[in-house]
Nanobody, 126 residues
Framework: QVQLVESGGGSVQAGGSLRLSCAAS????????MGWFRQAPSKEREGVAGVGGYGRTIYADSVKGRFTISRDSDKNTLYLDINNLKPEDTGIYYCAADLTSQHYCYSLAPVDFGYWGQGTQVTVSS
């Protein structure tokens, strides 16, 4: 049974940094595409970063250079480091797993990810 639990969200000022964590169980990082998504108020959920089983990463253009996805297979934990936070980064951040894409993340479309955590809130003030 796949379980994903996010943590690390909070309220920060613009320009600050955060590290989000996703504790995973029931998946092996070497054979799954793991992704981070966010949903701003009144907006659709969007993918921001992904890492495949082989370790290759993909990012949404809007976050390249500020967001970094990583994983610790020993701890079975996925991370998202966010630097230079902006008010438009405000939203609920989710981690998710796509068990059908084992080696690479081909997409950050939410519909491709079958397992989701409950989310963690990030609020950025100007």
């Amino acid at each position: 049974q796949v379980q994903l639990v996010e943590s690390g969200g909070g309220s920060v000022q613009a320009g600050g940094s955060l590290r989000l964590s996703c504790a995973a169980s029931g998946v092996s990082f070497s054979s799954v595409c793991m992704g981070w998504f966010r949903q701003a108020p009144s907006k659709e959920r969007e993918g921001v970063a992904g890492v495949g089983g082989y370790g290759r990463t993909i990012y949404a253009d809007s976050v390249k250079g500020r967001f970094t996805i990583s994983r610790d297979s020993d701890k079975n934990t996925l991370y998202l480091d966010i630097n230079n936070l902006k008010p438009e980064d405000t939203g609920i951040y989710y981690c998710a797993a796509d068990l059908t894409s084992q080696h690479y993340c081909y997409s950050l479309a939410p519909v491709d990810f079958g397992y989701w955590g409950q989310g963690t809130q990030v609020t950025v003030s100007s």
